[in-house]
Nanobody, 126 residues
C-alpha cells in the first residue's frame, strides 16, 4: 500500500523559514519522483518543487526558485522541502505526491501524480 505522510507545516512570520517532510512507503522509489504542491484558498493547486528519487534531478517553479530546496533521504524514504524567505503569498495547504513516471520527466502538473498525501497547512503572517 502506497502511503505518503506530509508534516511540518505551521505558522511563521514573513521572511522566516519552515521545513516540510514527506514520509513515503509502498512503491519502488528509484522509478518515482516526489513533488510538493500547494493550494491556497480559491486558487489552483501549484507544483512548486519536484525531485527524482532515482537520480536526484530537481525542478522548481519560478515562484520559489532560489528560496525553496527539495531533497531526499532515500535511506529513510523521506523527502524534505526547506522553505526560506517565506512570503505571505506562500500561505497554502502543502501536499506531497508521487509520480511513477518521474524517472523520465519531472512534471509539475498535478494530473501526472498517482499518489497523494494529506496536506499540511503553512501560514505566513505579514
Amino acid at each position: 500500500e502506497v502511503q505518503l505522510q506530509a508534516s511540518g507545516g505551521g505558522l511563521v512570520q514573513a521572511g522566516g523559514f519552515l521545513s516540510l517532510s514527506c514520509a513515503a512507503s509502498g512503491f519502488p522509489f528509484d522509478d518515482y519522483a516526489i513533488g510538493w504542491f500547494r493550494q491556497a484558498p480559491g486558487k489552483e493547486r501549484e507544483g512548486v518543487a519536484i525531485i527524482s528519487l532515482g537520480d536526484g534531478r530537481t525542478y522548481y517553479s519560478y515562484s520559489v526558485r532560489g528560496r525553496f530546496t527539495i531533497s531526499s533521504d532515500n535511506a529513510k524514504n523521506t523527502e524534505f522541502l526547506q522553505m526560506n524567505s517565506l512570503k505571505p503569498e506562500a500561505t497554502a495547504v502543502y501536499y506531497c505526491a508521487a509520480d511513477r513516471h518521474g524517472i523520465f520527466e519531472l512534471n509539475p502538473s498535478e494530473y501526472e501524480y498517482d499518489y497523494w498525501g494529506q496536506g499540511t497547512q503553512v501560514t505566513v503572517s505579514s
